[in-house]
């Protein structure tokens, strides 16, 4: 039998024909724009992301391996060594350091999935990036639930900051997509082979977040600040 996690509670987001995307005024990355329209059915996101604590509750369930930096303290417990410093992991801040290949294994062991990315920039319409852990200022995420005040208009707290959020999208151009300022820095990472990630971590700058920002990487890369949100069909 499947142990129960400690999950994140779900809110629900509203579907609907929707807008992503920058608008033409004002600084973003080509892979940003156009803005265009899209339709995405009502679905639940988790309200946080996922934690230390569900991951370890994952790995001891299905023998996964542990993110990139974790080591045994020789007592059954975990620590995090990394930049320069050991910690014990602290089962309340989201887990980070995880591949796509991963966070999907998770997403699909906790009956839940990566949501789209246009389903991601949706649950975050309204998040801002004035009240988020980001800018270096931390080393590293806040505990799951932090920032309550400042949440999405859909309820969902985090969502910029903290750490990158893998979805289940490929990195494709939008419709209409021109290259800007050279083909080199976007269009030749579009495809099949790159994963999308968003919302920005702890050590993002301020002044470049937004709820548009698209990174990507491959899907077995676990060296970024890479964590978990997970959705679900609104049944």
């Known amino acids: 039998m499947k142990k129960r996690i400690r999950s994140s509670p779900r809110v629900r987001v509203e579907g609907g024909a ?4 920058a608008g033409p005024a004002g600084f973003a990355y080509d892979n940003e724009r156009p803005r265009h329209r899209v339709e995405v059915a009502p679905f ?5 992301p996922v934690t230390n604590g569900d991951y370890i509750a994952f790995m001891d369930e299905t023998g996964a391996e542990p993110p990139m930096y974790w080591e045994r303290d020789g007592e ?6 990394a930049m320069g ?16 290949n991963e966070a999907d294994a998770f997403a699909r062991w906790a009956d839940k999935r990566l949501p789209t990315e246009p389903e991601w920039e949706v649950a975050a319409a309204g998040a801002s ?16 639930g932090t920032y309550a005040d400042s949440c999405a208009e859909c309820g969902a707290v985090q ?12 990195f494709t151009a939008y419709p209409g997509f021109a290259a800007f300022p050279y083909p080199e820095y976007s269009e030749v990472f579009f495809g099949d082979t790159h994963k999308v990630l968003r919302g920005g971590a702890w050590a993002t700058r301020r ?4 709820a548009s920002f698209r990174n990507w990487d491959l899907p ?9 949100r997970c959705a679900s069909d609104d049944v």
Request: negative net charge.
């Open 44 to 48: 639940l996101i988790d309200r946080t």
């Open 129 to 144: 990036r004035d009240r988020a852990n980001l800018d270096e200022l931390s080393f590293g995420p806040a505990p799951a």
């Open 18 to 21: 929707r807008e992503i995307g």
């Open 159 to 170: 969502m910029l900051g903290d750490v990158w959020e893998w979805t289940s999208s490929d």
């Open 85 to 100: 410093r050991t910690d014990e992991v602290d089962p309340s801040l989201p887990v980070i350091h995880v591949s796509w």
């Open 220 to 228: 077995i890369r676990r060296q970024i600040f890479a964590g978990i």
């Open 207 to 210: 002044e470049v977040i937004r």
């Open 76 to 81: 059954g417990g975990w620590v995090r060594n």
